[in-house]
């Protein structure tokens, strides 16, 4: 079946504008989180989504970082005003029980 | 705060062999310590650990945890150029809304050479 997508799978932008990262989960799947990894670092969590529960937003680096996520289905991670700190590869993950699937990411440039 | 750390960063061997990665955790609220290699983008999953001295192993693969001591070891015997990878370990999360959530070390890069 299909697994975890996310798009775009790169991105390039200029500092300020604002990004928006969609994350398309496993069918079922009712949890959902987003993580970021800057370039040789570990996965740092964002962002964690359970069913219809609040989120768990413990680890938006600030402000200008939201996420929201309709039902069980698509969520879309928004960057407002990047700045150049912001480039990393930003990962989503899908799980039912406990193991979680990850997408391929999506690749942000901010110049 | 949760913590995970691995080591080494980052390791070089020849192809044959045996390597040891490590990784250690204070975390509150533990469940589960999880291995994932990464070689292109989106880490896959290799191991899951929830009970202290049971070895799991997958082929060249297997991992081990201790509970008392709170860590756990990767190992890959008769390394091959395709191991070569990040490995990284995460503990998972017991406790109330934090439930399911994953803290990752900062993982270990593994170079295996011809």
């Known amino acids: 079946g299909a697994g975890v997508s996310q798009s775009p799978s790169n991105k390039v932008t200029e500092k300020g504008k604002d990004v928006e990262l969609r994350c398309d989960p496993i069918s079922g799947h009712t949890a959902l989180y987003w993580y970021r990894q800057r370039l040789g670092q570990g996965l740092e969590f964002l962002i964690y989504f359970q069913g219809n529960s609040a989120p768990d937003k413990s680890g938006l680096p600030s402000d200008r970082f939201s996420a929201e996520r309709t039902g069980e289905s698509v969520s879309t991670l928004t960057i407002q005003r990047t700045q150049q700190e912001d480039s990393a590869v930003y990962l989503c993950?899908?799980?039912?029980?406990?193991?979680?699937?990850f997408g391929p990411g999506t690749r942000l440039t901010v110049t | 705060e949760d913590k995970v750390v691995q080591s080494p960063l980052s390791l070089v061997v020849h192809e044959g062999d045996t390597v040891t990665l490590n990784c250690s955790y204070e975390v509150t609220n533990f469940r589960s310590l999880l291995w994932y290699k990464q070689e292109k983008k989106a880490p896959t999953f290799l191991f899951m650990l929830t009970s202290s001295g049971i070895e799991k192993k997958s082929g060249r693969l297997s991992s081990i945890l201790d509970k008392k001591e709170l860590f756990s070891i990767l190992n890959i015997t008769a390394t091959q150029t395709g191991d070569s990878a990040v490995y990284l370990c995460?503990?998972?999360?017991?406790?109330?809304?934090?439930?399911?959530?994953?803290?990752f070390g900062q993982g270990t890069i593994l170079t295996v050479h011809p």
């Open positions: 993950a899908s799980s039912f029980a406990v193991k979680q699937y």
């Open positions: 995460a503990s998972l999360n017991a406790g109330g809304t934090s439930y399911g959530k994953l803290t």
